[in-house]
């Protein structure tokens, strides 16, 4: 009786990490600040790539902020990058386009540089906050092949990926005009 008890308990542990493995929520985050009077909505931070090229990483996370409890359609949805860079310094004329069905899309950003975002290592990380007019994000989501271009190295969204992208449209799509 006891060894089918363990037995069945290891299953039961056993299929559920498989489970967990190819079932992954789309994690999206919605916080009010009542002090500032702000509700954001957050796709939280997602890893893009792995080691490629001169980077060692590459995640992106996408959020936007309106006034009151309730999401309030955003002018701006901002789209932020963080890589780290197997280098000292990074490249200050560094030109960063996304990539919609190959056609190539620029948007203004600010940039800040990660000290030390690997420790032991002599690397160089960098936030890239790109502001994306409301109307551009979601035509990029509508996007079939999406991508990130960094200098000359292209970083390609996942299906994983561009669906994670799509959801957080969904909620800017869902907002009601008052």
Do not use: C
């Not at 931070?45 to 309030?72: F, N, V, W």
């Amino acid at each position: 009786m006891s060894r089918f008890l363990i037995i069945t308990i290891l299953a039961t542990i056993v299929l559920s990490v498989l489970a967990q493995d190819n079932f992954t929520l789309t994690e999206i985050v919605r916080n009010y600040d009542p002090v500032k009077d702000v509700t954001t909505v957050l796709l939280r931070s997602k890893k893009l790539s792995g080691p490629k090229d001169r980077y060692h990483s590459l995640a992106y996370s996408i959020y936007y902020s309106g006034p009151g409890q309730e999401p309030t359609p955003p002018r701006d949805v901002n789209f932020e990058l963080v890589s780290v860079i197997k280098a000292r310094t990074l490249n200050t004329d560094l030109y960063v386009v996304f990539l919609l069905d190959g056609k190539e899309m620029h948007f203004g950003s600010s940039r800040s540089a990660i000290r030390n975002p690997v420790r032991g290592k002599p690397w160089i990380g960098e936030r890239m906050v790109f502001h994306v007019p409301r109307e551009d994000f979601l035509k990029l989501t509508e996007a079939e092949k999406l991508g990130v271009k960094l200098g000359g190295v292209t970083f390609d969204f996942s299906e994983r990926d561009r669906t994670a992208v799509r959801a957080m449209a969904e909620t800017i799509r869902g907002i009601r005009v008052q």
